[in-house]
């Protein structure tokens, strides 16, 4: 069953946003879709995403906050 994880980053400091979504990532499965919400446009995330084999959704919220929905990419 797909299962939707969130992590509310918007209010903790440098590098503990990325840190806190690289290891949920480790344990995200195939069918699930982690959601992290930011202060700001995450570039350092994305090239760890890539590397690592993730796609990703960005949407900008009205708030200004950014919403990265995570996804593994099938092979």
């Known amino acids: 069953m797909a299962a939707e ?4 980053a918007r209010a903790l400091e ?3 946003p990325l ?3 690289m290891e ?3 344990h ?3 069918d699930s879709t982690l959601v992290v919400l930011l202060p700001r446009e995450p570039y350092p ?3 760890a995403l890539a ?5 990703w959704q ?3 919220r009205p708030d200004g906050s950014v919403e990265v929905r995570i996804r593994r990419q099938s092979t």
């Open 5 to 8: 994880v969130v992590i509310d």
């Open 14 to 16: 440098p590098p503990e």
């Open 19 to 21: 840190l806190r979504t």
């Open 24 to 26: 949920a990532l480790e």
């Open 28 to 30: 995200l499965d195939s």
């Open 45 to 47: 995330l994305y090239r």
């Open 51 to 55: 590397v690592n084999g993730f796609g």
């Open 58 to 60: 960005t949407e900008c």
